[in-house]
C-alpha cells in the first residue's frame, strides 16, 4: 500500500536571512576549496622543481669508494723523526703540520683518493 505523502517530508522554502547565510557558507567553502587547491599546485610544482635541478651524473672524479662496514685504512708516509703537530681534512685531502727533525716546519698534503702526498710546503721565517 502507497504512502501517502505527508506535508512534513516536502521541503519548505527556507525564510530569506537563513537563504542569505547558507549562500555565504557555499560561496566561502568555494574560495576555501579554491585557495586549498592553488596551495597544493604550488607545492607540486615545487616538488617538481627541485626533483629537476638535483643532478644525477656519475660521482665527482676523485671519490673515494669505502666499502659498506668496512673502514679505510692505509699508510701515510712523512721524513724519518717528523712529528705531527696537527692536521685538516677537507674533501679527499689531509692536511699534516710535521715538525722536521732539524727542527723546522712544514705541510703535507695527502690525497685520500689517490693515496699518495701531493704536496709538501715548507714553513720558513723570513
Known amino acids: ?28 567553502m568555494g574560495i576555501n576549496l579554491g585557495l ?19 643532478p644525477s651524473g656519475p660521482e665527482p672524479v676523485g671519490a673515494v669508494q ?9 699508510d701515510i708516509v712523512l721524513p724519518v723523526g717528523a ?7 677537507s674533501g679527499n685531502r689531509v692536511s699534516i703540520d710535521a715538525e722536521l727533525v732539524d727542527g723546522g716546519r712544514a705541510i703535507f698534503v695527502y690525497d685520500i683518493a689517490e693515496r699518495r702526498i701531493i704536496g709538501q710546503f715548507a714553513i720558513r721565517n723570513k
Open 66 to 74: 669505502v666499502p659498506a662496514g668496512e673502514p679505510l685504512s692505509g
Open 1 to 28: 500500500m502507497p504512502r501517502p505523502i505527508a506535508e512534513e517530508d516536502e521541503e519548505k522554502p527556507l525564510d530569506p536571512e537563513a537563504e542569505k547565510v547558507r549562500r555565504k557558507l557555499v560561496r566561502f
Open 36 to 54: 586549498l587547491f592553488l596551495a597544493l599546485m604550488v607545492v607540486i610544482a615545487a616538488v617538481v622543481y627541485r626533483m629537476g635541478k638535483v
Open 83 to 89: 712529528k705531527v703537530v696537527s692536521q685538516s681534512l
